[in-house]
């Protein structure tokens, strides 16, 4: 029923910034986990980044220190700042979303948004 869309991919030279965005429908986005993977050609999805319904945050050591995750639940929005990007981040970057419920724990995923990064 949570529907995702990505967006703010794109091309940036080595160095440079860009910010995600993961627009989410939905009213229960607050009690939503959301997470940002990542996916190179031939590869299985990494995970880049997870930030909790309460704000908690944690990263990819590949992340630490130049990716920030937020959420903005007014707006049903989740971020991921990526700064200092280099050619190595080049990937398929996805939004994620877990809601668990006395039933189970539902996943969600979005379409995707490319990032590749120019050296």
């Known amino acids: 029923q949570v529907q995702l869309v990505e967006s703010g991919g794109g091309l940036v030279q080595a160095g440079g910034s860009l910010r995600l965005s993961c627009a989410a429908s939905?009213?229960?986005?607050?009690?939503?986990?959301m997470a940002w993977y990542r996916q190179f050609p031939g590869n299985q999805r990494e995970l880049v980044a997870t930030?909790?319904?309460?704000?908690?945050?944690r990263y990819a050591d590949s992340a630490k220190g130049r990716f920030t995750i937020s959420r903005d639940n007014a707006k049903n929005t989740v971020y991921l700042q990526m700064n200092s990007l280099k050619p190595e981040d080049t990937a398929v970057y996805y939004c994620?979303?877990?809601?668990?419920?006395?039933?189970?724990?539902?996943?969600?995923w979005g379409q995707g948004t490319q990032v590749t990064v120019s050296s």
């Open positions: 994620n979303a877990k809601l668990y419920s006395t039933i189970g724990v539902s996943d969600y």
């Open positions: 939905g009213r229960t986005f607050s009690s939503y986990a």
């Open positions: 930030i909790s319904p309460g704000g908690n945050t």
